[in-house]
């Protein structure tokens, strides 16, 4: 594994870093007060090429590896969480699956309009009673001359508001549990399909989530994704890549609290001097910068292997379970050294405390990263 970035990845993230330091951090403030969706933000980083980052230039994406990728999320997170979590859930869990599962008809009309920008993905697996086991899903597909017909709800779907088209898991055959599950390919102009209203969340306000619903949704049979049954693999593939990106997002909020919390403590003055000084203050300091390299390896490591085509579950467990976990140790920290402050929205840290707490719950909990940490330590 290289521990220094290509040319190329270090080109992805001085775009990214800049991008996130004039288009982001000066707005991230108010959309999420505001709950706003960042349309012209999203615009950008479509005519960037950052919203099909690993699909190849053929399907309308920029063909870059999954280093860049991972780069490219802490970058743009570090700027606004929000924004980063819409492109990373529109590459990973939506443009992944398509090119990987995908016919090349289904390539062309639903990766490559996905893949530049000019329409956005979304990914729908969570329901009310099935969330960590997905195996009790009751969404359910039934075959109906030459289409599928879908009964059912899901909920908290990130970017479910404004999606253009959501990866749907169901039941087509329900006596075979989760090897009856199937992914399917809803437009949101189908009929019988429902937006419920936005989430009111804790954190990443400006990216919207809601529950969808499904009443006689009928959808035609060349939209199954894979094939049919095979849709319990396709989410759980898919969920590795994605732990990824929320690693990569946790990295980016993690170091956005800590650089903050470095400038503030050589600003900030206590007992006559700056706070900096303080023996405790660097202590605290000299963690965060520790965790999040560390962090950010086992990132990097999780990525390199997928890139390499290796297995990387395992590894991209690790990476999204310490990486979540430093996330809300170095956030809660920087608060403490803003002290009042930080407990004010005057400044940002109250804003990366918020959203660091997410990391640890989608794409599977902590809980779910040790399970199966643990049940790989078996098989080795």
Not at 30 to 51: K, N, S, T, V, Y
Not at 153 to 168: H, M, Q, Y
Request: proline share 3%.
């Amino acid at each position: 594994m290289q521990f220094e970035l290509t040319e190329l990845q270090q080109e992805i993230q001085r775009t990214c870093r800049e991008f996130a330091a004039k288009e982001l951090a000066p707005h991230a403030r108010q959309w999420d007060r505001e709950h706003e969706f960042p349309a012209g933000a999203i615009r950008q980083l479509g005519e960037l090429g950052l919203m099909g980052m690993t699909v190849p230039e053929e399907h309308g994406g920029a063909g870059l590896d999954a280093v860049a990728y991972a780069v490219a999320i802490e970058e743009l997170c570090r700027g606004c969480a929000s924004t980063g979590l819409i492109v990373g859930v529109n590459n990973s869990l939506w443009c992944d699956p398509l090119a990987a599962h995908g016919t090349e008809e289904q390539k062309k009309r639903w990766l490559a309009p996905f893949a530049s920008g000019a329409k956005l993905g979304a990914f729908a697996l969570t329901e009310p009673q099935a969330g960590s086991d997905a195996t009790e899903m009751k969404t359910t597909a039934r075959l109906e001359g030459d289409g599928y017909v879908l009964n059912g709800s899901k909920c908290f779907i990130t970017n479910g508001p404004r999606a253009d088209a959501v990866l749907v898991f169901a039941l087509t055959d329900p006596e075979r549990k989760h090897r009856g599950i199937s992914a399917l390919i809803v437009p949101a102009n189908a009929p019988g399909f429902q937006r419920g209203k936005p989430d009111d969340k804790l954190g990443i306000r400006a990216s919207g989530t809601c529950s969808l619903f499904f009443e006689n949704c009928r959808v035609p049979r060349e939209n199954l994704l894979g094939k049919e049954g095979g849709g319990y693999k396709i989410a759980i593939d898919t969920l590795d890549g994605g732990r990824i990106g929320i690693a990569a997002q946790a990295l980016g909020i993690a170091r956005a609290a800590m650089e903050e919390a470095l400038a503030y403590s050589q600003q900030r003055r206590a007992f006559g001097r700056a706070v900096y000084s303080h023996q405790a203050i660097q202590f605290m300091l000299a963690d965060m910068a520790t965790e999040i390299d560390a962090a950010r390896l086992l990132t990097w490591r999780a990525a390199a292997k997928k890139e390499a085509g290796q297995k990387y579950g395992r590894e991209a467990s690790m990476a999204k379970l310490f990486a979540s976990e430093v996330c809300g140790r170095v956030t809660t920290n920087a608060v403490q050294i803003f002290g009042g402050y930080g407990y004010t929205t005057d400044y940002d840290v109250e804003r990366h405390f918020r959203d660091a707490k997410i990391t640890e719950i989608y794409e599977g909990t902590s809980e779910i990263q040790r399970l199966v940490i643990a049940a790989s330590l078996l098989r080795d």
